[in-house]
């Protein structure tokens, strides 16, 4: 996905209205808490690129649905990520640290030949935003560790303590009144 920006960058324009969809890429390592996360039906991106006096500003609104499976039962949970996105677009040659930026900025994009490709700024920030752990309910009570069964529509009839000897003397054991 590629902005032409070279109307805000001429004065031709103050605003550009932006509505796009995108494939989230999470690279070839995506993050722990994105491993077992898919985004079906892509990602949304709609808001505009404003000039305010001389700095061109992106604001865009992301929606991104996804489905998952709870870190606890391992049920499949899906929701949809929603979150705003900000960035100041320089031109290419403006700023001192550009190899950085170019690396990750949470604050400027750099435009090239007056254009930008911020797909991968997009999945980093999906990347941040994401919950570090999907649970299918906050009181999700998981799987039993012995046979393997989610205990959320009730109890497995696993015995879940194993009887631990050491305490046994306790039992024996006087305490005063
Ligand atoms: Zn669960
Ligand atoms: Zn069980």
């Not at 932006?18 to 995506?30: K, L, S």
């Not at 949970?77 to 996105?85: C, I, Y």
């Not at 303590?161 to 046994?168: N, T």
Request: proline fraction near 6%; charge should be negative; hydrophobic fraction near 35%.
């Amino acid at each position: 996905m590629i902005i032409d920006l070279t109307a805000l960058l001429s004065g031709e324009a103050s605003t550009i209205d932006i509505e796009f969809d995108f494939a989230p890429d999470m690279g070839e390592e995506p993050p722990m808490a994105l491993a077992d996360v898919t985004f079906p039906s892509g990602a949304h991106a709609k808001g505009r690129a404003v000039d305010n006096a001389g700095y061109i500003r992106l604001e865009l609104n992301v929606t991104a649905p996804w489905q998952g499976e709870c870190a606890r039962c391992l049920e499949e949970v899906s929701g949809t990520l929603e979150f705003f996105f900000e960035r100041t677009v320089a031109a290419k040659g403006t700023l001192e640290n550009e190899e950085e930026i170019a690396d990750y900025s949470s604050e400027y994009l750099i435009a090239e030949n007056g254009k930008i490709a911020p797909v991968r700024e997009l999945s980093d920030s999906i990347a941040y935003e994401f919950p570090s752990k999907v649970l299918c309910d906050p009181d999700c009570p998981g799987m039993c560790s012995r046979c393997g069964k989610s205990l959320k529509n009730g109890d497995c009839g696993c015995v879940k303590k194993d009887h631990d000897p050491r305490w046994d003397v306790l039992k024996t054991m006087k305490f005063p009144d």
